[in-house]
């Protein structure tokens, strides 16, 4: 499989020189992910002044404001020092190399990825740090390095990489969608991040969960699996939090429920079948669900 990785260093280095910046971000930085933002209905320039479009969409998915030149040419300098395309190139080829020997793929000829500054203030939760992978064929991950998440960038690039895996196989229905197809989506990513990477790694959406929130957690998913809409999934998913601002109903969950009762359904059936992660992920929803024991 064919790696392009975008040189968003130097873009964003270019970027930072011009007084107009809007055009350059859309049709330089964004032009090479124009497929992907096109299967997700997202314009790269919108119709009318102000409306929905790849800069409306980046703010939403908490990429930094491109007027903020204090903290994007910081990030820049941290990006550049830890090099963070370089580790972003040997994930990828790690990543690769045990798809081949699992004899997985992914429904595309190459993989594009490219790495963006992240407004800490909007992902806060997320510890800095962020992706999108649900198109194969495209990575995005957004990061304003510090020191919880630059040790655990291979695993959200990682995460992200599953989840063109998963996608490859299994169609993605926006409005039928269920709590447990998106549960199962996001246990398998971390749970690929584990075998590669080992547990120190996992996202915050895994670890941040004590014993007893997670048990109730379980509970609060366990009769919810069947409902089905990505509003209404989003709430088990993402939590009350994230659920109030983006507008979803808050169903009684800390930030992340979703992905931490994910993780541990991908977990136990693994444990309980003896299968690696490569087996696992090509597996139906149900087949998984009715046959871990975290549920039971």
Known sequence: MNIVIEDTI?????????????????????????????????????????????????????????????????????LKEIQALQTAHTTLSDCVNFMEKNNISI????????????????????????????????????????????????????????????FSYVDWDHGNVTVGDYLIIEGLAESFVKELYGEALLG????????????????????????????????????????????YQPVGLSPFAGYAVGYQAVQSFMKEHHVGIGETTLLSTKEILHNCTLFS
């Not at 859309?26 to 002044?49: D, H």
């Not at 939403?60 to 040419?73: C, I, Q, T």
């Not at 510090?146 to 599953?162: D, K």
Request: glycine share 8%; hydrophobic share 40%; with cysteine.
């Open 204 to 247: 915050p959406w895994v670890t941040s969960f004590d014993q007893e929130n997670l048990a109730y957690s379980i509970e609060i998913i366990r009769d919810s699996l069947e409902i089905k809409g990505f509003a209404e999934v989003s709430s088990f998913m993402f939590g009350d939090t994230i659920a109030e601002e983006q507008g």
């Open 10 to 78: 130097e873009q964003y280095e270019k970027l930072y020189s011009m007084e107009e910046r809007e055009d350059f971000f859309r049709y330089s930085m964004m032009k090479p992910f124009e497929k992907m933002w096109q299967t997700i209905n997202v314009p790269l320039k919108a119709k009318k002044q102000g409306g929905y479009d790849v800069l409306m969409a980046t703010k939403m998915l908490g990429y930094l404001s491109l007027s903020d030149d204090e903290m994007g040419r910081k990030a820049l300098k941290n």
């Open 107 to 166: 429904n595309a000829d190459e993989l594009r990825f490219g790495m963006y500054i992240a407004d800490p203030d909007k992902l806060t939760l997320q510890k800095g740090y962020c992706g999108f992978g649900g198109i194969p064929g495209f990575i995005q991950v957004s990061i304003f390095p510090n020191s919880y998440n630059v040790p655990r960038l291979p695993a959200v690039i990682a995460h992200e990489f599953h989840h063109n895996i998963r």
